[in-house]
């Protein structure tokens, strides 16, 4: 039974930091890529952030590019997600996920893509 838990969500001021984790369980996570989502209120699932297995390509969404940075720890099963420079518009429940058996380089940006999902932590940014 994989199952993802993150943490490290709260409240913020705009212009604050947060470090998001999610630890991975029942699973060897090292083959995986992995991802990081958010969805507002009423909007739809977005992508924010996906690194490869090997750790060596990442890929961001515009919105956050330069802000925010995904790293993943396979020893430990982790992924992590530093945001700093947070805007209001980054409050959202933040999702980690994974893809199962990719190619080293592959960091799918489409939720499709994704096979297991946390549930999520709460990030709230104040203005």
């Known amino acids: 039974q994989v199952q993802l838990v993150e943490s490290g969500g709260g409240l913020v001021q705009a212009g604050g930091s947060l470090r998001l984790s999610c630890a991975a369980s029942?699973?060897?996570?090292?083959?995986?890529?992995m991802g990081w989502f958010r969805q507002a209120p009423g909007k739809e699932r977005e992508f924010v952030a996906a690194?490869?297995?090997?750790?060596?390509?990442?890929n961001y969404a515009d919105s956050v590019k330069g802000r925010f940075t995904i790293s993943r720890d396979n020893a430990k099963n982790t992924v992590a997600l530093q945001m700093n420079s947070l805007k209001p518009e980054d409050t959202a429940v933040y999702y980690c996920?994974?893809?199962?058996?990719?190619?080293?380089?592959?960091?799918?940006?489409?939720?499709?893509?994704?096979?297991?999902w946390g549930q999520g932590t709460q990030v709230t940014v104040s203005s």
């Open positions: 996920a994974i893809r199962t058996m990719t190619a080293s380089w592959i960091t799918p940006r489409s939720r499709y893509e994704y096979e297991y």
């Open positions: 029942g699973h060897i996570v090292s083959r995986d890529a």
């Open positions: 690194i490869s297995w090997s750790g060596g390509v990442t």
